[in-house]
């Protein structure tokens, strides 16, 4: 499995946009990116997830460069209630299992 | 619709004792996953059942460790002889056939003393 890699901490304000960004040089061909967010005392919850080139939702946008061997995720104008940590995950997809990392703790401050 | 719900929501037991730890998963969600949390770490897989039968128990650590899925939908995680190291969340989560996207529960935070 591709192993990630992910600032332990960011910190941001309110209205800011944040960009998270996550290495993954050993990426293989096969391997989607697929982000996840935690807030605490809950169980992780899908944001995004994309293959190459960017990927935008109603939550978030997901850039990957050409050789896929990072990813940015980008959270847009975020709010108090974006405070939450932040799994940046590569693997097959599918019925495969999720492989998490520490993630990125993100603070928003007023 | 219901999410995935995990009972009890908390546990506390003594080292040694027997406990069994439930998730109900969003219904017609044919996989179900089990991972384990510890504090300040991400979600550790466990074990994963697609329908009735364990497609991958390479997570669970030892054999006091088991799990079970008889109807294809609630599942039971049974842990004997509980350890202080076992202390952790454990989140279930669920997954349709047509997504990636897996539906976590709240967990169940397992403290044993």
């Known amino acids: 499995l591709a192993k990630t890699t992910q600032p332990i901490s960011m910190d941001s304000y309110e209205g800011q946009e944040v960009n998270i960004t996550c290495s993954h040089n050993n990426i293989a061909t096969n391997d989607y990116i697929t982000w996840y967010q935690q807030f605490p005392s809950q169980g992780p919850r899908f944001i995004i997830q994309?293959?190459?080139t960017k990927v935008t939702n109603e939550v978030a946008s997901l850039f990957i460069p050409a050789d896929r061997k990072s990813s940015t995720l980008s959270l847009p104008r975020v709010s108090l209630s974006d405070t939450a940590v932040y799994y940046c995950?590569?693997?097959?997809?599918?019925?495969?299992?999720?492989?998490f990392g520490k993630g990125t703790m993100l603070l928003v401050s007023p | 619709g219901a999410g995935v719900s995990q009972t009890p929501s908390n546990k506390v037991t003594e080292k040694g004792k027997y406990v069994e730890l439930r998730c109900d998963p969003i219904?017609?969600?044919?996989?179900l996953y089990w991972y384990r949390q510890s504090l300040g770490q991400g979600p550790e897989f466990l074990i994963y059942f697609q329908g009735t039968g364990a497609a991958d128990d390479s997570g669970l650590p030892n054999d006091r460790f088991f799990a079970v899925r008889p109807e294809g939908s609630v599942s039971t995680l049974k842990i004997q002889r509980t350890e202080r190291g076992d202390s952790a969340v454990y989140l279930c989560?669920?997954?349709?056939?047509?997504?990636?996207?897996?539906?976590f529960g709240p967990g169940t935070r397992l403290t044993v003393t």
């Open positions: 994309g293959y190459k």
């Open positions: 219904s017609g969600h044919t996989a």
């Open positions: 995950l590569v693997g097959e997809g599918g019925y495969s299992t999720l492989t």
């Open positions: 989560a669920s997954r349709s056939g047509t997504s990636d996207e897996q539906y």
